[in-house]
């Protein structure tokens, strides 16, 4: 079946431009993550959904960083007024359920969304 | 709260040797630990994962992983390294509220 899709694959923005990336889950698959990949830091969480709420959003970096999702569904992450140090890969992952079950939270993550930022 | 530390940012071996990656986590609850992979400009793929019950797992690729509690380590290992194994690595424990976390990665390069 279809994986996790991402839009766009690359951007490119000047700085102090918004942005908006786009995700689009593995259907069925109730919890949707968003990371970011950088240089200086790995990968980092950045917020989950759980159906449309969600429940953690320790990881969004700013005020400047929110996220939505509608209908249990499609993502997007919106980065305003975008810095220099935004610029990274952004990582969608989806998994059926949150937590436990045997899956055990296994994540399956979209090709990213390359963000720079100039 | 969860963390996760992997021993050695790069890795070298010879085509057909051991491949051992380490790993060792921390965690006040019994922890979902995985290893997921990044081929050269691919997204992440799981290899294995451990949640309960036999402590070895077999993943893709002929890699397989041992969860040991009184070590609290998950070090992933492969008997016969391939050229095509060439990738960055990343351990990574699951957390009590549902988000990965993950390892600052190990790059393995496999030598012909």
């Known amino acids: 079946g279809a994986g996790v899709s991402q839009s766009p694959s690359n951007k490119v923005t000047e700085k102090g431009k918004d942005v908006e990336l786009r995700c689009d889950p593995i259907?069925?698959?109730?919890?949707l993550y968003w990371y970011r990949q950088s240089l200086g830091q790995g990968l980092e969480f950045l917020i989950y959904f759980q159906g449309n709420s969600a429940p953690d959003k320790s990881g969004l970096p700013s005020d400047r960083f929110s996220a939505e999702r509608t209908g249990g569904s499609v993502s997007t992450l919106t980065i305003q007024r975008t810095q220099q140090e935004d610029s990274a890969v952004y990582l969608c992952?989806?998994?059926?359920?949150?937590?436990?079950?045997?899956?055990?939270?296994?994540?399956?993550f979209g090709p990213g969304t390359r963000l720079t930022v100039t | 709260a969860q963390s996760v530390t992997q021993l050695g940012s790069h890795v070298s071996v010879s085509e057909g040797a051991l491949v051992l990656l380490r790993c060792n986590y921390s965690s006040s609850v019994p922890p979902y630990l995985f290893w997921y992979v990044q081929y050269p400009n691919q997204g992440l793929q799981l290899l294995l994962k451990?949640?309960?019950?036999?402590?070895l797992v077999k993943g893709i690729n002929g890699f397989e992983a041992e969860f040991k509690k009184s070590e609290t380590s998950f070090h992933l290992t492969k008997p016969s390294a391939h050229m095509s194994d060439a990738a960055e690595y990343f351990c990574?424990?699951?957390?009590?509220?549902?988000?990965?976390?993950f390892g600052q990665g190990t790059t393995l390069q496999v030598k012909p």
């Open positions: 990574v424990v699951s957390s009590n509220t549902g988000k990965l976390i």
């Open positions: 259907s069925g698959h109730t919890a």
């Open positions: 992952a989806s998994s059926l359920v949150a937590l436990g079950g045997p899956s055990g939270n296994e994540q399956y």
């Open positions: 451990y949640t309960t019950g036999a402590t």
